[in-house]
């Protein structure tokens, strides 16, 4: 059953823990997974959490730090001592220790290294530190299980046993050469079915997909979910295995990722937390919003030229320009939402291109003509409008879902191969965009079929 967090539940350990009730707060905790668990210690006072993690064992008090949202954990670890944080970065998988001490200050990092009961635990945090942590080299942890090719399966088994003590999940074997060199992989069901005296070159599986330390993170998380990876072997330039990514850390990065489109879409400009100052949230909406704002002067000031002669002549086109400006903003983010999502496939230039581009053409050409036959209907039949003003809607309707379904399709092609996120042409961009282009071939069509 999955763990509700409420209010209440919230409340009542809080006050558990300022009466500094061990029993109830151990008998409440025991049978909750450490996700849970770090989901619950967010809500307290960094001080009452780490009251609670100091009843805890040292891996469960790990693991439960490594769960924790960054800005939350960064509170918490502020309350320790280095002697403290190093019995917690000791037990933890590489990845997660790094991305622990990544927080810290150089000097906290240091001696935090120095303590660390585990020397090998410590040269695999030296090892990792350097890299960005949106590089393949950042997500990575240096724990895996590697067998050399010239092993027999007997001996592999010995040598799994013995390296699968470091490992906390053994996804798949790694088979290397004298050097370390990646050769292929070799599943545990291979091993298993294969005769005992049997040698791992027959057995092992020559083609293997991996990455390199610098490939990006969105790299790394479109290969494992192309080819279905629970696991993805980093090498260096010469091919050397250096590490393995595991599918959680990759989840973090779709999440991640989802998270800045959405931010994109919505006009936000910078990464915020909800407990950030009221000021930072302000500052991150501001930029797009103004733009906006810029843009629907732009549009008023354009309407203001056909004041004195559209708009005195037929009074009645003001009506449906609403209807113009949200029609082409709705049909653009459509439009630029599904176009984001092809490139996001990595398949907007692949031989499929041009087939998905001739149905968006199509799909926005029946949009257009099922909407301007729609509306031409209730202008003139029931709201009893003249054939003419009727006849200017529908055409202007027709031409701004077929302009916007094309500004909204080009625009993150264009923003996509220029290195930015195709993201931003959905949303504030790509609506106040429509809003001006589609006012302009409503009074433009008007212009001409009243002047004809």
């Known amino acids: 059953m999955a763990f509700e967090l409420t209010k209440e539940y919230v409340e009542q350990l809080s006050n558990a823990v300022d009466q500094r009730d061990e029993v109830f707060i151990r008998l409440e905790l025991e049978h909750l997974f450490s996700a849970d668990i770090s ?19 040292i891996e469960t008090g790990a693991e439960i730090l490594a769960e924790m949202d960054a800005s939350i954990r ?8 280095s002697a403290q944080m190093a019995r917690y970065v000791n037990v933890l998988d590489s990845d997660d220790a790094v991305d622990l001490l990544i927080e810290q200050s150089v000097r906290i990092r240091e001696e935090v290294i120095a303590l660390i009961e585990d020397r090998e635990q410590a040269r695999f945090i030296v090892d990792l530190l350097p890299y960005e942590p949106d590089t393949a080299g950042g997500l990575m942890q240096k724990e895996l299980v590697k067998i050399n090719v010239r092993q027999t399966v007997t001996e592999c088994v010995e040598e799994i046993r013995r390296q699968a003590e470091e ?23 291979d091993i298993i079915l294969a005769k005992r005296g049997s040698s791992i070159e027959q057995i092992y599986d020559h083609e293997v997909i991996y990455t390199s330390t610098y490939d990006s993170a969105e790299d790394v998380a479109e290969l494992m979910r192309r080819y279905d990876l629970d696991a993805l072997p980093v090498v260096n330039v010469q091919k050397r295995l250096l590490g393995q990514i595991t599918i959680d850390d990759v989840i973090d990065v779709i999440t991640e990722q989802a998270q800045e489109d959405i931010a994109a879409i919505t006009g936000v400009s910078e990464e915020v937390e909800e407990d950030d100052s009221v000021w930072k949230i302000t500052r991150s ?9 810029i843009g629907s002067l732009l549009a008023a000031k354009f309407l203001g030229i056909f004041e004195h002669d559209l708009l005195m002549m037929v009074p009645a086109l003001a009506l449906f320009i609403p209807i113009i400006g949200s029609t082409g903003g709705n049909v653009g983010i459509q439009s630029s939402s599904f176009m984001v999502q092809i490139l996001s496939d990595k398949s907007g230039f692949t ?8 149905k968006i053409a199509t799909v926005a050409l029946l949009k257009g003509v099922m909407i301007a036959a729609f509306v031409f209907l209730i202008t003139y039949l029931i709201l009893s409008h003249p054939v003419k003003l009727s006849l200017v809607v529908a055409v202007s309707l027709m031409a701004v879902v077929l302009l916007s379904s094309f500004t909204g399709t080009v625009t993150p092609i ?8 195709p993201s931003v042409a959905s949303g504030p961009f790509i609506t106040t965009a429509n ?5 302009s071939v409503y009074f433009g069509i008007a212009y001409l079929l009243y002047n004809w």
């Open 39 to 57: 989901v619950l210690l967010s809500e307290l006072e960094p001080e009452q959490a780490y009251y609670v993690l100091q009843l805890l064992d």
């Open 435 to 439: 809003d001006f282009l589609g006012y």
């Open 74 to 81: 960064r509170d918490l670890l502020a309350l320790f001592d």
């Open 414 to 421: 264009i923003l996509n191969r220029y290195g930015i996120n």
């Open 351 to 358: 031989g499929e291109f041009w087939p998905r581009m001739l």
């Open 167 to 189: 490992v906390e999940k053994v996804y798949t074997v790694y088979v290397v050469d004298d050097e370390n060199t990646l050769l292929g992989i070799v599943s545990l069901k």
């Open 285 to 293: 909406r501001l930029p797009w919003l103004g733009i906006g704002m």
